[in-house]
């Protein structure tokens, strides 16, 4: 087996106060100073970051059964998500991903398309010309809308803005949580605590409040109208079983925490891009009209609005959401011939492997057409990840890319948001990856 490189770092705490301060730059100085596999010297745990299509391809696929998730995520994530498909492992993984798997795959995602359309043409229309827009801000409200209406229908109306915020107060007690050293008990009573009890509590009664209504209006299978009734309707086919209101309430918190914070921040990197290269807002702009002209997209309208993936896809590769996915051995393992002892931590870069000059030449520069068709299939397998693979590969993904052709190609035929002075945002890696300062853009209305 080949020597493992050992990265430089501090005498005593190693690497870690750059994993703290400057994760993404580690992320990059470890492919560029150990290459593929390094391991990283940090005190009290075996860290490993790896940068290569064939050791995210054997880590995440091949050898899937040896690992299990990164232990401080699930750890914080639990108290919300409880024991849904981001949390769960095992043989209630496989069951829980087998029964919810079929609800969301293309085909099915699609009759989400009219409500992604809608929210979007709302959005359009509330961009009148001069108006600057906090593009994070709009992208999450946006997102958040859409997975509140694709999940409950129009059940959760009345709730949205409670549940809006306790979602919002619960994600970021998760994301502060990861960044530290030590997490106190939730039980102690410290103010975030608190607040992330409540916003606990607040979303348990909306949620059981509305799957006790549908199960008593005998609404359980009415699958089709929005992806709770998909939930409450699933059987396993061996046992002919569904799940218990709990499993239900958890899968429900794991598909909105999973699902509204990652899009929202692939749409606001894809727009701060497109306010950085006029000339592909422009070429963006021009598809969208001439398919849609003017009208919000439907289904059958996705396959002439390549351009529109093509983009979403690039800004994905630049900042991906989910810049890295942490495992940890539970039992030793070998990954495209390295060694991982059981314990140990493996960060699959999914921010480097996007970044390495082999894969993606001049890796800095946003160019969609990096993704025409014949040029995508052309990478190698496990280049590019933003939304991991294998058996736990992200269940939302045709959601999600579904969502932002469809944002972006209504947007771009109506507004121009843009700024004169193209401020540089830098990106900062929480659990997902989000713009450190303000994205401001100010609002042009194209003509037609
Ligand atoms: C651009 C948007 C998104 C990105 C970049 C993204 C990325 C990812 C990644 C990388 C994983 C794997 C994490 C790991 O294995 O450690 C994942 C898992 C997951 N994602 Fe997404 N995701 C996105 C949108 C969504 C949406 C819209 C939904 C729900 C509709 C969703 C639901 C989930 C769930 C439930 C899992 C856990 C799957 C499992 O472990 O079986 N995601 N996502």
């Not at 001069?130 to 694709?150: F, K, N, Y």
């Not at 309707?233 to 509204?260: I, K, S």
């Not at 939304?387 to 269940?395: E, H, L, M, N």
């Amino acid at each position: 087996m080949p020597e493992m490189p050992v990265l430089s770092g501090l005498p005593v705490l190693g690497c870690l106060p750059e994993l703290r301060r400057d994760r993404l730059g580690l992320l990059l100085r470890a492919y560029r100073e150990g290459g593929d596999m390094v391991r990283v010297p940090i005190p009290g745990r075996r860290l490993y970051i790896g940068t290569s299509p064939s050791i995210a391809t054997a880590a995440l696929r091949q050898e899937a059964s040896r690992f299990m998730k990164f232990f401080a995520l699930a750890k914080l994530s639990r108290p919300v998500l409880g024991d849904g498909l981001i949390t769960a492992e095992g043989a209630h993984h496989r069951r829980q991903r087998k029964l919810i798997a079929p609800g969301l795959t293309r085909r099915e995602v699609g009759r989400y398309a009219e409500v992604m359309a809608r929210h979007a043409d709302e959005l359009q229309r509330r961009c009148t010309a001069g108006t600057t827009v906090d593009v994070h801000a709009e992208m999450t409200r946006l997102t958040l809308a859409i997975a509140s209406e694709t999940m409950f229908g129009t059940s959760a109306e009345a709730h949205a803005r409670a549940a809006g915020d306790a979602i919002h107060a619960a994600t970021s007690y998760i994301a502060r949580g990861v960044g530290s050293l030590v997490n106190l008990p939730l039980s102690w009573p410290l103010p975030r605590h608190l607040r992330m009890r409540r916003a606990v509590a607040t979303l348990d009664r909306i949620v059981y409040d509305i799957i006790r209504d549908r199960r008593s209006a005998g609404r359980n299978g009415a699958p089709g109208s929005d992806i709770l009734g998909m939930l409450l309707a699933a059987q396993d086919e061996e046992d002919g079983t569904g799940m218990t209101d709990d499993q239900v309430r958890d899968e429900v918190m794991t598909l909105f925490v999973a699902g509204h914070e990652t899009t929202a921040n692939a749409l606001t990197w894809s727009l701060y891009l497109l306010d950085h290269h006029p000339d592909v807002a422009e070429r963006l702009a021009e598809e969208a009209t001439a398919v849609l002209g003017g009208r919000p997209p439907t289904l059958e309208d996705l396959p002439a609005l390549p351009y529109a993936l093509q983009v979403f896809k690039e800004a994905m590769r630049v900042f991906p959401p989910a810049y890295m996915v942490g495992r940890e051995a539970t039992e030793d393992a070998v990954v495209d011939g390295w060694e991982i002892p059981k314990g140990a931590t493996l960060l699959l870069s999914i921010y480097g492997l996007h970044r390495r000059p082999d894969l993606f030449e001049d890796p800095e520069r946003f160019d969609p057409d990096r993704f025409a068709p014949e040029r995508e299939q052309a990478l190698p397998r496990g280049a590019y990840v933003p939304f991991a693979d294998g058996p736990r590969v992200c269940i939302g993904n045709h959601f999600a890319l579904m969502e932002g052709q469809i944002v972006l190609a209504h947007l771009a035929q109506h507004v121009r948001l843009r700024t004169r002075t193209q401020p540089v945002v830098r990106p900062q890696p929480r659990v997902t990856l989000r713009p450190a300062t303000l994205v401001a853009l100010t609002a042009e209305r194209r003509a037609g």
